[in-house]
RNA sequence: GUCAGCAUAGCUCAGCGGUAGAGCAAUCGUUUCAUAAGCGAUAGGUCACAGGUUCGAAUCCUGUUGCUGACACCA
């Protein structure tokens, strides 16, 4: 619609661990986009916060004998600093315990009570003695606790209030019908459509407080709590200062959002058919990516493989990371993390390639004491502003790729260094112009080294230090 | 258990009815401007398995095996 304003934004990450390679993904993949879409002119807002409310959040600090809020901070902390260790252009940051947004989801709350989506009535609820713990049915084996198999399941109620989800199942179903690209890529679609066409049932969205302290305190009761979903999905709209900045909202919103597969659910059929409630426009479009596996296996503590992205870039920088992220995991689909593969694509792609051509070239620039003036700026073509569009970084990387491979062997058959200062100029200067419309597409992928490169290819041409200096 | 998707060279994937493709890794050759980089060539696959449809199947259909996801209160 809008097409001076960009609006996109990734999952608030739930801060009960430290941060993940899976979300480090998400945010680079956003971070891309939102870069893309700056470069086009837009002016662009690219969310990012933490969600910090909820029960496994409460147990944990009262584990380690911390505030929850102190304790939620030494992990907001951590979020924070992924923004630096990836180069993230973010521009806005919320918490959800901060008190605009705890008002917003107040606010948000109100509207969809006034609106007769919100109600009481009991809840069950299935509770493990062993493990001290309320557990789901999916998490049951056959009526019994798997831990705890001896023991009971107890069963109690207690009234909550439920959000009136049931409502929004035809309105849902017609807004995936009007929009087939409202969820990329297609499959998902498919996969929502299918679960919100066999039937939607009303979910509770509160805590009785004297059990579960550590939430939004619902308006106007003061013996409930917020359910963690419902806070932390106003958080899409919160960032962008909802309700209070009108202007900025109504300009950013709707925006895109980005989540992993596992959250389809919530951001695709939950957090639409809250916004219809609130009386709110749906977001623009919901990209979902996959997951990755640590050199073939499910990362988990306990087979001790779980990537952690500051170690990464630590060891490799932050345009390695980004460009591996972005090139070897297919965007909607599962990939897979390998140090191996990692320093494969460093040496090939990153230093023979990309980091040598700029060498090569900026090198015979500055022998001949080139200048140049020419003001090239970004410029992208048609198919790779449809496939931005679809999110396919990784094919998008690889016709970036293909005209560097093509740059070098351009030189490999002209060999300038064999020809006499006048018969090469006008060819150096060529590539040169080349190199810094390379720079200009590789912008949003690898923004540092894009910078270097399109500084080098311009003005009085010097030799640049190796971009990448290869690895072993 | 039910439903859906996937299974192609060592690795990551493209092809989706007409004699198996790319990149990386490997091997060999070649150039020297460059980060011992570049360029070229070679090798590497009964296209998961078994049936069927067709003049012809990696490509369509059925079954088997394996993996992934969904089947609602885990963010």
Redesign the pocket.
Same mark, same amino acid.
């Given at each position: 619609m809008d097409k001076k304003y960009f609006y996109i934004t990734t999952?608030? !990450?739930?801060v009960?661990a430290d941060p993940h390679i899976g979300f480090a993904l998400e945010i680079v993949q956003a971070d891309v986009v939102a870069r893309f879409n700056g470069l086009t002119g837009k002016k662009v807002a690219f969310g990012f916060g933490t /969600?910090e409310?909820?029960?496994?959040i409460y147990r944990k600090a009262l584990e380690a004998k911390k505030d929850p809020l102190k304790y939620c901070d030494e992990f907001a902390k951590k979020f924070d600093d992924l923004k630096k260790a990836l180069n993230l252009n973010t521009t806005h940051f919320i918490r959800t315990t901060d008190p605009a947004h705890i008002s917003a989801a107040q606010e948000f709350w109100n509207r969809c009570f006034k609106n007769g989506d919100i109600y009481k009535k009991n809840?069950?609820i299935k509770y493990c003695v062993g493990c001290e713990l309320?557990?789901?049915?999916?998490?049951l084996e056959n009526g019994r606790c798997p831990v705890h198999p001896n023991l009971e399941i107890e069963n109690y109620q207690e009234e909550?209030y #439920?959000f009136r989800?049931?409502k929004y199942q035809k309105k849902l179903l017609e807004l995936y019908e009007k929009n087939q690209d409202f969820v990329v890529p297609k499959?998902r679609l *498919?996969?929502i459509k299918?679960?919100v066409e066999? +039937?939607?049932?009303?979910?509770?969205?509160s805590r009785l407080k004297e059990k579960m302290p550590w939430g939004v305190d619902v308006p106007g009761d003061p013996d409930h709590v917020m359910?963690?979903?419902f806070d932390?999905?106003v958080f899409y709209i919160s960032t962008l200062g909802w309700p209070k900045k009108e202007k900025e909202f109504s300009e950013f919103w709707p925006g895109v959002q980005v989540a992993g597969? /596992?959250?389809?659910?919530?951001q695709t059929?939950?957090w639409q058919a809250m916004l219809m409630s609130a009386g709110l426009p749906n977001s623009k479009q919901i990209f979902i990516h996959?997951?990755i596996t640590s050199d +073939?296996k499910?990362m988990s503590k306990s087979l001790g493989n779980v990537i952690n992205p500051f170690d990464l870039v630590k060891k490799y920088g932050t345009d390695p990371v980004r460009y591996y992220l972005l090139k070897?995991? @297919?965007a909607a /689909?599962? +990939?897979?993390f390998?140090y191996s593969?990692m320093e494969?694509?460093y040496?090939?792609?990153?230093?023979?390639?990309?980091?040598? *051509?700029?060498?090569?070239?900026t090198?015979?620039g500055e022998?001949d004491g080139l200048t140049i003036d020419n003001k090239t700026t970004s410029k992208f073509n048609n198919t790779i502003i449809n496939q931005f569009n679809y999110f396919q970084f990784?094919l998008i990387l690889e016709s970036i790729?293909l005209e560097?491979?093509k740059l070098?062997?351009k030189?490999?058959?002209f060999? @300038?260094?064999?020809k006499k200062f006048e018969e090469r100029k006008d060819f150096l200067l060529e590539c040169i112009d080349t190199l810094k419309l390379i720079g200009w597409q590789l912008h949003p992928f690898l923004p540092e080294t894009a910078e270097k490169i399109i500084s080098a290819s311009q003005g009085k041409i010097k030799?640049?230090q @190796?971009? #990448? !200096?290869?690895l072993k």
């Amino acid at each position: 619609m809008d097409k001076k304003y960009f609006y996109i934004t990734t999952t608030a !990450p739930y801060v009960n661990a430290d941060p993940h390679i899976g979300f480090a993904l998400e945010i680079v993949q956003a971070d891309v986009v939102a870069r893309f879409n700056g470069l086009t002119g837009k002016k662009v807002a690219f969310g990012f916060g933490t /969600d910090e409310h909820g029960l496994k959040i409460y147990r944990k600090a009262l584990e380690a004998k911390k505030d929850p809020l102190k304790y939620c901070d030494e992990f907001a902390k951590k979020f924070d600093d992924l923004k630096k260790a990836l180069n993230l252009n973010t521009t806005h940051f919320i918490r959800t315990t901060d008190p605009a947004h705890i008002s917003a989801a107040q606010e948000f709350w109100n509207r969809c009570f006034k609106n007769g989506d919100i109600y009481k009535k009991n809840y069950q609820i299935k509770y493990c003695v062993g493990c001290e713990l309320e557990k789901t049915d999916s998490e049951l084996e056959n009526g019994r606790c798997p831990v705890h198999p001896n023991l009971e399941i107890e069963n109690y109620q207690e009234e909550n209030y #439920f959000f009136r989800f049931s409502k929004y199942q035809k309105k849902l179903l017609e807004l995936y019908e009007k929009n087939q690209d409202f969820v990329v890529p297609k499959n998902r679609l *498919l996969e929502i459509k299918t679960f919100v066409e066999k +039937g939607l049932e009303d979910f509770s969205i509160s805590r009785l407080k004297e059990k579960m302290p550590w939430g939004v305190d619902v308006p106007g009761d003061p013996d409930h709590v917020m359910y963690v979903w419902f806070d932390a999905l106003v958080f899409y709209i919160s960032t962008l200062g909802w309700p209070k900045k009108e202007k900025e909202f109504s300009e950013f919103w709707p925006g895109v959002q980005v989540a992993g597969k /596992d959250n389809l659910r919530q951001q695709t059929a939950i957090w639409q058919a809250m916004l219809m409630s609130a009386g709110l426009p749906n977001s623009k479009q919901i990209f979902i990516h996959g997951f990755i596996t640590s050199d +073939g296996k499910k990362m988990s503590k306990s087979l001790g493989n779980v990537i952690n992205p500051f170690d990464l870039v630590k060891k490799y920088g932050t345009d390695p990371v980004r460009y591996y992220l972005l090139k070897e995991i @297919p965007a909607a /689909d599962d +990939g897979d993390f390998s140090y191996s593969r990692m320093e494969e694509i460093y040496n090939s792609d990153l230093a023979n390639e990309l980091g040598n *051509l700029a060498s090569r070239l900026t090198n015979l620039g500055e022998k001949d004491g080139l200048t140049i003036d020419n003001k090239t700026t970004s410029k992208f073509n048609n198919t790779i502003i449809n496939q931005f569009n679809y999110f396919q970084f990784n094919l998008i990387l690889e016709s970036i790729w293909l005209e560097i491979k093509k740059l070098n062997k351009k030189i490999d058959d002209f060999a @300038p260094w064999n020809k006499k200062f006048e018969e090469r100029k006008d060819f150096l200067l060529e590539c040169i112009d080349t190199l810094k419309l390379i720079g200009w597409q590789l912008h949003p992928f690898l923004p540092e080294t894009a910078e270097k490169i399109i500084s080098a290819s311009q003005g009085k041409i010097k030799k640049v230090q @190796p971009l #990448f !200096p290869r690895l072993k």
